[in-house]
């Protein structure tokens, strides 16, 4: 089946260590975001990428890192630079046909730095 | 730039009782509408969305939602609740044009009360 794969689900670091969290997609699709989840703020956007090898900062990228490589795989690296990385990360892709679209969303990672 | 206000961040219903979850959204373009629900630790799934036609939008799990242009509203409805819909759910805009970024509103926890 297709779908987004985010992993781990769970994930602990030491504070002032980088991690990086993985999004890989077997939909052939060519736009892909990660977004934060903190607790009565709803989901944030820090980075989107529309096309191989480009991407774009969201509203939220500070102390955030990406690449896009390979369509499949849109790597987030939480770096030591974020003041407060304790969050839910969700990776989504985004389908396109014609003037109808939708997004397809990851189970998320659960990030806790301590 | 778009933005989306959902005016209650929790939500208490009785079971078997009809519920409405409200969404308002600005936007200077034309916009896509969806909604989504979160249950705990998972990612998004989609419920409905309104890109054009018909105003009155059906999607899963007997949820509806209307969208209103003069009313910039997009409010959601269920006549029935069950103890399985107690979950998150999600307001969230987009548009055709650019890089088709969803913004979403902060969450309106659903609980439902045997």
């Known amino acids: 089946d297709g779908g987004i794969t985010q992993s781990p689900k769970y994930l602990f670091r030491k504070e002032g260590q980088n991690v990086t969290l993985s999004c890989e997609q077997n939909?052939?699709?060519?736009?892909m975001y990660w977004y934060r989840q903190d607790p009565g703020q709803g989901l944030r956007l820090i980075y989107y990428s529309q096309i191989v090898n480009d991407f774009q900062k969201g509203d939220i990228a500070e102390g955030y890192s990406v690449s896009r490589e390979k369509k499949e795989s849109f790597p987030l690296t939480v770096t030591s630079a974020q003041k407060n990385p304790t969050a839910f990360y969700l990776c989504?892709?985004?389908?396109?046909?014609?003037?109808?679209?939708?997004?397809?969303f990851g189970s998320g990672t659960r990030l806790t730095v301590v | 730039a778009q933005s989306v206000t959902q005016l209650d961040s929790q939500v208490p219903v009785f079971e078997e009782a009809p519920v409405e979850l409200r969404c308002n959204y600005s936007s200077s373009v034309s916009v896509y509408l969806f909604w989504y629900v979160q249950y705990p630790n998972q990612g998004l799934q989609l419920l409905l969305k309104?890109?054009?036609?018909?105003?009155l939008v059906k999607g899963i799990n007997g949820f509806e939602a209307e969208f209103n242009k003069s009313q910039t509203s997009f409010h959601l409805r269920k006549p029935s609740v069950h103890i399985s819909d107690t979950a998150e759910y999600f307001c969230?805009?987009?548009?055709?044009?650019?890089?088709?970024?969803?913004?979403f509103g902060q969450g309106t926890r659903l609980t439902i009360n045997p």
């Open positions: 309104y890109l054009s036609g018909s105003t």
């Open positions: 939909l052939n699709h060519d736009a």
């Open positions: 989504a892709s985004r389908w396109l046909t014609g003037a109808n679209y939708g997004y397809t």
């Open positions: 969230a805009v987009s548009t055709l044009q650019g890089a088709q970024k969803l913004v």
